[in-house]
């Protein structure tokens, strides 16, 4: 799904099949090595296309960041209310949604 919103906003083609399919090889794999599941995460696609990814880059170096942050500062995040963690999804997120369709 995310991937087809963001085929049509950027006005490029898209197999969706292909994606499937994709998906269905990592988890297979992921299963064969006792891994997790792999799914399309819809915040970071929507935070990557807002910041101007271009590549896959941008998916390492937000791992490195997430796994860092994970690291030292999980006390800090701890005391947040999940309210506010809510809040920055959806900030990440709300750019995606299209209004005058959903109207």
């Given at each position: 799904?995310?991937?087809?919103?963001?085929?049509?906003?950027?006005?490029?083609?898209?197999?969706?099949?292909?994606?499937?399919?994709?998906?269905?090889?990592?988890?297979?794999?992921?299963?064969?090595?006792?891994?997790?599941?792999?799914?399309?995460?819809?915040?970071?696609?929507?935070?990557?296309?807002?910041?101007?990814?271009?590549?896959?880059?941008?998916?390492?170096v937000t791992a490195t960041l997430v796994g860092l942050t994970l690291l030292?500062?999980?006390?800090?995040?701890?005391?947040?209310?999940?309210?506010?963690?809510?809040?920055?999804?959806?900030?990440g997120v709300i750019s995606l949604v299209?209004?005058?369709?959903?109207?």
């Open positions: 799904a995310i991937a087809k919103q963001l085929a049509n906003k950027h006005n490029y083609e898209l197999d969706s099949s292909m994606e499937l399919v994709g998906l269905g090889m990592a988890n297979m794999t992921s299963g064969l090595f006792g891994g997790y599941p792999v799914v399309g995460s819809f915040s970071r696609s929507a935070v990557n296309n807002d910041a101007g990814a271009q590549s896959g880059i941008s998916a390492m030292f500062l999980t006390p800090v995040f701890e005391l947040l209310p999940l309210a506010v963690l809510a809040s920055i999804v959806i900030s299209d209004y005058p369709e959903a109207i």
